[in-house]
């Protein structure tokens, strides 16, 4: 028990290439091995002590899984309100596909994606570990939610992301108070850059993976997911794929669930990586067999997120891809477009294109035989679709005098 009252079972950090360990409670970046770090937990004493039972007085948001999480003193956590998202029914949308899904909609989070829970977690570690400064490439969404939390923490942020980065993200991100600046490359070369100030400029790098605990709050996708299904787990979970921290986490949150005896079902989900035919490494290295990912030239999709072409957590994403029988999928821009307007007019419900790639992904699967009609299929919507483009398709008409019969055919 910390000084705070808050339960801590936080062991060490571990390589997640070599199982190398290092110990927590101090900043780190990568491994020795240049690899990502992943936070370990003694898993067997949360098991005896920690019964499923002390969720039930808890809010409904992703601090509730305390137990499986690194922060260790309660008053260091940085809060926008990271609420449980919900789980939208789209059976409409359902019908055409030929598929049993469910949308997890990650848009209603502050700064409206899923980002929001990797960087309230980074941040507060962060603020408990002494960091002042903070810098990170985005495709968008990242840097808006790194801007909000490090607003809120009083620590100073800086953020580069490639030129053609979604406006509203910039501009969302500048508002938010980070030094934000437009960049003329892509992700990882912002990463590259933002590597190569930490000395100069003194700041601690928070790229995807490049620091241990994005991922830990990434991992609450999967503890709240869990809990949704009533401890039981989805037969098959569609996932956008970038950097993979998402997917990555959700693979941890299961086997610690598992673990600690919180699960009604031994059966794991099959974990599918989504990307866009434009950027699409993992799709390709799971093809191939390869267990890492060459990096992808010219990298093309106004799937923003997930133009990702090379992913420094590449292995861990295909590790659990494979070891879970799942697969990875690469589906087209256009395909992506028209399974947003899709969703949107079938169901009520406005994906982002990340997110409405997954539904192409299912339904693409289905058709391929890769998925069963009956099984129960998660597609991640990474963030709110209000956030992307829309084409103007609302018509016009002349108040004064109107011809009824004319509007009725338009
Ligand atoms: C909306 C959206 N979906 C998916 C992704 C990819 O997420 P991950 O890095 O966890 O693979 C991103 C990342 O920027 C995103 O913004």
Known sequence: MSESGTPTFVTHLECGATGERFPADQVHNLSSAGKPLLVRYDLDSVR????????????????????????????????????????????EWNKGAGVNAIVKDEGRLPTGSFKARGLAMAVSMARELGVTRMAMPTNGNAGAALAAYAARAGIEAWVFCPDDTPLINVTETAYLGART???????????????????????????????????EGKKTMGLELAEQFDWQLPDVI???????????????????????????????????????TGCAPIVRAWESGARHAEPWEDAKTYAAGIRVPAAIGDFLILDAVRESDGFAIAVSDESIEAERQAVATADGVLLCPEGAATAAAAREARSRGLIRESDRVVLFNCATGLKYPMPDSAGRVSLADMDWAELQGR
């Open 48 to 91: 005896r002590d920690v019964p499923r039972s002390v969720l039930d007085k808890r809010p409904r948001e992703m601090w509730r899984y305390r137990e499986l999480l690194p922060i260790r003193h309660s008053y260091n956590i940085v809060r926008l309100g990271e609420i449980e998202t919900p789980l939208l029914e789209v059976p």
């Open 181 to 215: 600046f437009r960049a003329d490359g892509l992700i990882h070369e912002c990463g590259r850059f933002v590597g190569a100030g930490v000395t100069p400029m003194g700041w601690f790098d928070t790229s995807t993976l490049k620091e241990p605990y994005r991922i």
């Open 238 to 276: 569609f996932y956008p794929t970038g950097g993979g921290t998402g997917l990555i986490g959700m693979w941890k949150a299961f086997h610690e669930l598992h673990e600690i005896g919180w699960l009604d079902a031994a059966q794991m989900p099959r974990m599918v990586a989504v990307q866009s």
